[in-house]
């Protein structure tokens, strides 16, 4: 091996400027922006009992909704020795799933909950490099920046809040010495799709009062959903959706016709809709019986007759 150690090899690829792949601008971060020593084995400091507290308590119902999904996962990879890890934004660790036997290493390497695993804290690590680039990512053993955590891999996706903006970090982390990149990349693809569950399910849970509608095509992304009114209109869409649609990037989305934005249009007026909607919705409460529809519209028969002609409404039975 040409360098004497893996702190050379870090050093010297985040001082060169030929180095240009991800995996070295991250090190080149760690170690040019943060200041960070490779050859550093200090473990992680943590975070106080009541610091810990009042993260997770400002984060209550995501981490309330998020838990069961956090289960199915480390039933998937407990197994191989893996510890299930949830952060804030911000990289610190608010929850995790791990077997008892591990507790003890896992703690020891500081894979515990109140740990920060920021890239400005740790360097180049899972966590931290995902919250970073907001994106999926795989550090596995001597990718990380610090040489005490080359022992282990990392598989890391990020979670979006219902306004777009990041909120979480997903993590599974394995320091077992046969850990191959071809198991990384079947645990890799399960941490995404767990992140995206997650994302979908707290985004359902943020608008209880509103429709949630899938926004692609048959086949397209499931974790492109609007959250539509009672007016139709769109109030609410997940960060896949945002980018997909135009809309904007973080915050509140201005309020726009549910059928604009997937593309739903028809020769029909505005007003002409709401009524054919109105109708419809009337004629499926009374289960098809055109009298009792219009009684519950406040309408005769005969004009529930001619409305429904000229929507285009058939009836089904008087």
Known sequence: MAYRSHADLVAEQSQSKSATS????????????H???????????????????????????????ASPQLDQLYNLVCLSGCNVLLTDAEGVVLDQRMNDADAA?????????????????????????????????TIHRDEHFHTRNIGMSCMDAPIWGPDGKLLAALDVSSARADQTERYNRLISA???????AIEAVFFRASFPEARIVVASDEGGDASMLLAVDKDDLA???????????????????????????????????????????????ALARADGNVSAAARALGIGRATMYRRMARLGLGEKQS
């Open 22 to 33: 991800a995996l070295a601008a991250s090190w080149r971060r760690s170690m040019m922006k």
């Open 35 to 65: 200041g960070l020593d490779p050859g550093d084995r200090h473990r992680p400091e943590r975070l106080s009992l009541s610091e810990l507290t009042a993260r997770r308590e400002a984060m209550e119902r995501f981490l309330h909704v």
């Open 105 to 137: 290493q896992f703690r020891d390497w500081g894979l515990w909950q109140g740990a920060d695993w920021s890239e400005a804290v740790q360097g180049t690590n899972g966590i931290g490099t995902c919250l970073v680039e907001g994106r999926q990512v």
């Open 190 to 196: 399960q941490v995404a799709q767990t992140a995206r």
């Open 235 to 281: 109030i609410g869409a997940t960060r896949a959706a945002r980018r997909a649609l135009g809309l904007e990037r973080e915050g509140a989305i201005r309020p726009r016709p549910a059928a604009d934005l997937l593309g739903r249009n028809d020769d029909m007026s505005g007003f002409d809709k709401a009524e054919r909607a109105a109708v419809t919705r």
